[in-house]
T-cell receptor, first 114, second 112 residues
Framework: DVKVTQSSRYLVKRTGEKVFLECVQD?????MFWYRQDPGLGLRLIYF???????EKGDIPEGYSVSREKKERFSLILESASTNQTSMYLC?????????????FGNGTRLTVT | QKEVEQDPGPLSVPEGAIVSLNCTYS??????FMWYRQYSRKGPELLMY????GNKEDGRFTAQVDKSSKYISLFIRDSQPSDSATYLC????????????FGAGTQVVVTP
């Protein structure tokens, strides 16, 4: 079974802090994704990566950056956390770029910015 | 206007009933359609995947796509309390690989 592990389940940070959310997958998947999930808005794609050191912007990249130095690890960085970044953050991975390659999600990090 | 609309519910049904879920969308270029199930405090998991129009059946689950109406459906037969979860539809075009557009999710409660 694919396992996507997010390092923190809950995180509380202050406005202006630099925040790192870490994600590791154990199935040698090529592609990794970061989404945020908000009530009434569903999941929205922040960034994704289809190879080491490669990244592409999703629908809402503003205020975020990412890092993928190793194939199994994809980090989401909030350069200067703001209260509107309080959300559930979900990491996902998929095997390849085939359209039938499903996304496997982690269980999320609930971030609160105060 | 959001590209994918989904009624948030909650949708409450008695055990054994048929659960009917749907999403509408505005982008006629969507070709790949998925349904995810999300239990409380868990990440979403893929339930069904359909390309273009038509029906797909997997056990108690049936997914339908009507591209002419820009409407997709998920039916759950013989619903069980373990089906209580949030169901999310998702879709993407052929030239936007990786950029899934999700609905907001419908919460389903199956009561014993």
């Amino acid at each position: 079974d694919v396992k996507v592990t997010q390092s923190s389940r809950y995180l509380v940070k202050r406005t202006g802090e630099k925040v790192f959310l870490e994600c590791v997958q154990d199935m040698d998947h090529e592609n990794m994704f970061w989404y945020r999930q908000d009530p009434g808005l569903g999941l929205r794609l922040i960034y994704f990566s289809y190879d080491v050191k490669m990244k592409e912007k999703g629908d809402i990249p503003e205020g975020y950056s990412v890092s993928r130095e190793k194939k199994e690890r994809f980090s989401l960085i909030l350069e200067s956390a703001s209260t509107n970044q309080t959300s559930m953050y979900l990491c996902a991975s998929s095997l390849d770029r085939g359209y039938d390659s499903p996304l496997h999600f982690g269980n999320g990090t609930r971030l609160t910015v105060t | 206007q959001k590209e994918v609309e989904q009624d948030p519910g909650p949708l409450s049904v008695p055990e054994g009933a048929i659960v009917s879920l749907n999403c509408t969308y505005s982008n006629s270029a969507f070709q790949y359609f998925m349904w995810y199930r999300q239990y409380s405090r868990k990440g979403p998991e893929l339930l069904m995947y359909t390309y273009s129009s038509g029906n797909k059946e997997d056990g108690r689950f049936t997914a339908q796509v009507d591209k002419s109406s820009k409407y997709i459906s998920l039916f759950i037969r013989d619903s069980q309390p373990s089906d209580s979860a949030t169901y999310l539809c998702a879709m993407m075009t052929t030239d936007s690989w990786g950029k899934l557009q999700f609905g907001a999710g419908t919460q389903v409660v199956v009561t014993p």
